[in-house]
C-alpha cells in the first residue's frame, strides 16, 4: 500500500510539471508574439497636398479660423512655448495637408505614394 501512495505522488508530481511546462510555454508563445502585428488600412479618397510652412499656416487658418502659430503660456513659472501646426488631415474634403519632404509629420512611404518616386534598386 504504501508503494501505491508513492506511486500515485509521483504521477501527480510529474502531471504538475508537465502543467507547469506547458503553461510556461504558453505565455512565452503569446508574449514573444504581441511584438509582431500587421494593421492594414484603406483610403479610398485621400488627397495629399504638400505646401511650405506659411502656406500651411494660411490653409490652417482658412479651414478652422484658428492661427497656425500660438502662444502659450505655462501654468507655472515664467516659462512658455509657441504651438505651431505642422501638418493636419481635412476630414470634410478627405486631404491631408503637409510640408514637402518633412518625414517626421508627413511620412516617408507617403510621400514615395504621393510622388512615384522609389528608391533605386541596389
Not at 500515485?8 to 507547469?20: C, D, E, H, K, S
Not at 500587421?38 to 505646401?51: D, G, P, S
Request: proline content about 4%; glycine content about 8%; aromatic content about 10%.
Amino acid at each position: 500500500m504504501p508503494e501505491l501512495l508513492h506511486m500515485m505522488q509521483q504521477i501527480r508530481t510529474r502531471t504538475l510539471l508537465v502543467v507547469a511546462g506547458c503553461v510556461c510555454g504558453l505565455i512565452l508563445v503569446g508574449c514573444s508574439q504581441q511584438s509582431r502585428y500587421m494593421e492594414t488600412h484603406e483610403i479610398a479618397n485621400l488627397k495629399v497636398v504638400f505646401l511650405d510652412d506659411q502656406s500651411l499656416q494660411d490653409m490652417w487658418k482658412t479651414k478652422t479660423g484658428q492661427p497656425g502659430i500660438q502662444f502659450q503660456p505655462w501654468l507655472r513659472g515664467d516659462l512658455a512655448s509657441v504651438k505651431t501646426v505642422r501638418g493636419f488631415y481635412d476630414f470634410s474634403t478627405e486631404t491631408l495637408y503637409c510640408p514637402k519632404w518633412n518625414y517626421e509629420v508627413c511620412g516617408h512611404e507617403l510621400h514615395h505614394a504621393a510622388l512615384g518616386h522609389f528608391h533605386p534598386s541596389e
